[in-house]
T-cell receptor, first 108, second 112 residues
Framework: AQRVTQPEKLLSVFKGAPVELKCNYSYSGSPELFWYVQYSRQRLQLLLRHISRESIKGFTADLNKGETSFHLKKPFAQEEDSAMYYCALSYNTDKLIFGTGTRLQVFP | NAGVTQTPKFRILKIGQSMTLQCTQDMNHNYMYWYRQDPGMGLKLIYYSVGAGITDKGEVPNGYNVSRSTTEDFPLRLELAAPSQTSVYFC???????????FGPGTRLTVL
């Protein structure tokens, strides 16, 4: 069965430090993976998806099929990056399964 | 565009009561979804719809019903509320299969 694992509930860093939010998945098909973000008092929204291979707000994520991972990275964290981050896997073409989320706290 | 709107924002129900959570989108999206999020957990799919007149069960459908009579609306019905249904409920929509989902602000439901 498909599964998304985010092992860290909370990640705290200081401004300017590198950030890596971990995501591992289990899926027998060809995976499509996403990172969604929820800032305080805002709606859950798409941050990036692996197929577009973009950098959004300085964040990147590379799909590693060998390690079944899709970690989210940013070289220099900013205070405005503080939020809840959810990794999600698309399965059966039209549904998403979400991880439990990681809260990123960036201290000044 | 308002995007995805949900009403109510908050609701307290007594055990056994029923209610309907409303969801409307103005983006002409075919795909709509209902999720629930329990504390410390990820979002779990309750029901989804790929177009008007078509609905299907997600991961946790028990205790819920949905209908999709129009493209815009996708209400979620709780018939006999139970404490286990205390959660935050999110509605989402998507223009195409596997594409970005747009979320509503959520409804916080407490069943006592």
């Amino acid at each position: 069965a498909q599964r998304v694992t985010q092992p860290e509930k909370l990640l705290s860093v200081f401004k300017g430090a590198p950030v890596e939010l971990k995501c591992n998945y289990s899926y027998s098909g060809s995976p499509e993976l996403f990172w969604y973000v929820q800032y305080s008092r805002q709606r859950l929204q798409l941050l990036l998806r692996h197929i577009s291979r973009e950098s959004i707000k300085g964040f990147t994520a590379d799909l590693n099929k060998g390690e079944t991972s899709f970690h989210l990275k940013k070289p220099f964290a900013q205070e405005e990056d503080s939020a809840m981050y959810y990794c999600a896997l698309s399965y059966n073409t039209d549904k998403l399964i979400f991880g439990t989320g990681t809260r990123l706290q960036v201290f000044p | 565009n308002a995007g995805v709107t949900q009403t109510p924002k908050f609701r307290i129900l007594k055990i056994g009561q029923s209610m309907t959570l409303q969801c409307t989108q103005d983006m002409n999206h075919n795909y709509m979804y209902w999720y629930r999020q329990d504390p410390g957990m990820g979002l779990k799919l309750i029901y989804y719809s790929v177009g008007a007149g078509i609905t299907d069960k997600g991961e946790v459908p028990n205790g819920y019903n949905v209908s999709r009579s129009t493209t815009e609306d996708f209400p979620l019905r709780l018939e006999l509320a139970a404490p286990s249904q205390t959660s935050v409920y999110f509605c989402a929509s998507s223009g195409t299969s596997g594409n970005e989902q747009f979320f509503g602000p959520g409804t916080r439901l407490t069943v006592l």
